[in-house]
Structures are given as structure tokens and as C-alpha cells.
């Protein structure tokens, strides 16, 4: 059950927090060794504590809603599917937009309703965007510390009919940007409404990265780069696709199967040039290249396509957010 988010939004609000609070808090692991379907892994107090449950619940059969979509004139409505998964008990899913991020609307109250509008919207929950999580849920970061949790929200965002979501957020991120909504704010660089529409138009490439699953464990290649304090650098490359660069220093990625496969995913949607991952796939995979080993990705862009997403020019650029991961994770911390 996704809990309804209605935004509230402060006119200013300011957080500074250590580096160092940030970097003790990133290499800390109280996890402890745990035997589960014949394989080692390292789990956390509160990932025991719901191993417990499931075991003693014992598996629950679920109903995951896929989404199929018509539209009829003005409205548009999703028609349901089924899927059947195998999970433990779930937990609440993270909500969008519910940290503490302040921004100065330039409108009273087109913009904020705009985005409350679509958040409550019917057909906006069924596609729950994991590219909308990334930036701006404080539950979302809360999701990641634990690797059974963060694998039921990403059981819950590859549940939906990514074709027809694609088309969606895209449309929407058309109407997000339109001088009635939230045009003006977008222009001036308001940090929630870019967020919001670089989550929308990356929707597709971040959709099929993030369901990847490691073959050898079949577990989800994102829940393992979150969930792995040792090798942090992984994580970077979820945020190619919201026109983030990936940092020039600090510690390497593992060169493995899902990095492989996730550089594929984001080369493939840089066809079209008017998606941020054009810009940020090129010196991304020359960046791999030039520690996995030559050719180990292809480090050219493929032929351009004609774009039938927003037609809009690229936003602003928010550098300064999502590539300093340290710097967002301590945000959080507050």
C-alpha cells in the first residue's frame, strides 16, 4: 500500500552535516553472517528480525498489479493485471517527495497542486516509478538499508507495465513543464520540479536497470550495489539516467555482470538525444572502460532516433546533487 504524500512545501530550509558524520556513517557494518537458501549473506539486525517473520509466517502469496492502459478521450485508465510472487510480509512502500527538500515556488499554488495532483493520481501509483525514488523519498533511503526491503520495493516498481508507464511520464512530464503547471519553476531550476521531470523522462532506462537480477544469485543488481558497503561506487550509475555525472574520484566499481548489463540498458536508451542519459552515458563508459579494461562496455553512442517523449530542451543540470551520493545520503541523516 503506497501511503498518500500531499506536499508541504517550506519557503526555505537549510541542512549542513558534517562530511565526516556522512563517512562514519557509510562505513559502518554491524551486519551479521546469516546462512539463507544455502548462501552467506550479511544482514543487519532489522533484516533478521524480518527473516524471523517470514519464517515464521511462512510464505505469502501475493497479487502484484501490472498495468495495460487505454485511453478515452481526456482520461486515461489503466486496465489491471495479475502477477503472482512468493514474498515475506511487506512493509509500507516509500512515498515520493517526503524529505525535508525546501523550494521556493514561483507560484502560490499552480505548481505545488500540480504535483500533488499527480502524486494521489491512480495511474501514477500503479506505475510507482523507482526514477521518482531516487532523489527526493526520505523512506525510500530508509528502504535501502535493508536488503529485504529494498527488494519488495523493487518487486513493487517492476510489477508495473513499463510501456505503457513510459508513455505516461512522459506525457506528464510535458504537462509538468507547461506554463499552467509548473513552467516557470522548472525554468528557474526549482530543485523538486526538476527532479521530478528528470524522473519522468528517465523512467524507462532507470526502469530496466533496476530490475536487472544477478544470474549467479537472482537477486535485483541494484539491491546488491546498495546493500554493499564495501564496493559503494556501483550505486553512482542509477543516477546516469537524471543527467548526473559520475564523480572523477573516490573508489572503484566492481567490474561485474550488472555493471555490464546496466551500461547496455542506459547505451541503448541514448539513442535519443533528448534524454539526459545521452549526455551522461559517453564519459560514464569511458570512465569504466578505463578500469574494467578496454572495450569491457562500448564507450560510443548509437545512432540517433527521432525522440517521441517530451519534446522539451534539456533541464537544468543538477550536477551538484545526485553524483555526490555521500552528500545526499547525510542529508537524509537529519
Not at 524529505?99 to 502560490?108: E, G, K, P, W
Request: aromatic share 10%; with cysteine; hydrophobic share 40%.
Amino acid at each position: 500500500m503506497i501511503a498518500d504524500t500531499v506536499l508541504v512545501f517550506p519557503r526555505s530550509s537549510t541542512t549542513t552535516v558534517p562530511a565526516a558524520l556522512a563517512a562514519e556513517t557509510l562505513l559502518r557494518d554491524d551486519r551479521m553472517p546469516v546462512k539463507v537458501n544455502g548462501q552467506w549473506m550479511f544482514l543487519s539486525q532489522d533484516e533478521m528480525v524480518e527473516l524471523r517473520k517470514r519464517n515464521d509466517i511462512g510464505t505469502a502469496v501475493t497479487t502484484a498489479p501490472g498495468t495495460a492502459g487505454e485511453t478515452k478521450g481526456d482520461a486515461t485508465t489503466v486496465t489491471p493485471t495479475t502477477k503472482t510472487t512468493r514474498t515475506a510480509a511487506s512493509s509500507p512502500l516509500p512515498s515520493f517527495f517526503d524529505s525535508s527538500l525546501a523550494s521556493n515556488f514561483s507560484n502560490d499554488s499552480a505548481c505545488p497542486a500540480f504535483i500533488n495532483s499527480f502524486l494521489t493520481n491512480p495511474t501514477f501509483k500503479q506505475c510507482y516509478p523507482f526514477s521518482l525514488l531516487l532523489q527526493g523519498s526520505r523512506s525510500f533511503f530508509q528502504a535501502e538499508k535493508s536488503l529485504v526491503s529494498i527488494t519488495q520495493v523493487l518487486d513493487a516498481t517492476c510489477a508495473a507495465n513499463a510501456t505503457f508507464c513510459t508513455s505516461y511520464l512522459n506525457r506528464l512530464a510535458t504537462n509538468l513543464t507547461d506554463a499552467a503547471n509548473c513552467g516557470a519553476d522548472y525554468k528557474l531550476g526549482n530543485s523538486i520540479v526538476v527532479q521530478a521531470y528528470d524522473g519522468m523522462i528517465g523512467y524507462q532506462p532507470l526502469y530496466a536497470a533496476s530490475c536487472l537480477t544477478d544470474p549467479d544469485t537472482g537477486a535485483y543488481c541494484f539491491a546488491n550495489a546498495i546493500t554493499n558497503l564495501t564496493t559503494t561506487a556501483n550505486v553512482y550509475f542509477y543516477y546516469l539516467p537524471l543527467n548526473s555525472s559520475l564523480p572523477t574520484s573516490g573508489s572503484e566499481p566492481s567490474c561485474n555482470w550488472c555493471l555490464k548489463q546496466t551500461m547496455a540498458v542506459y547505451r541503448s536508451a541514448a539513442a535519443d538525444r533528448k534524454k539526459p542519459i545521452a549526455s551522461t552515458y559517453l564519459s560514464a563508459a569511458q570512465q569504466v572502460d578505463t578500469i574494467c579494461g578496454p572495450a569491457f562496455v562500448n564507450d560510443t553512442l548509437p545512432a540517433a532516433i527521432v525522440s517521441n517523449a517530451a519534446s522539451l530542451a534539456k533541464g537544468p543540470s543538477l550536477h551538484w546533487l545526485a553524483p555526490a551520493l555521500l552528500i545526499s545520503v547525510a542529508a537524509y541523516l537529519i
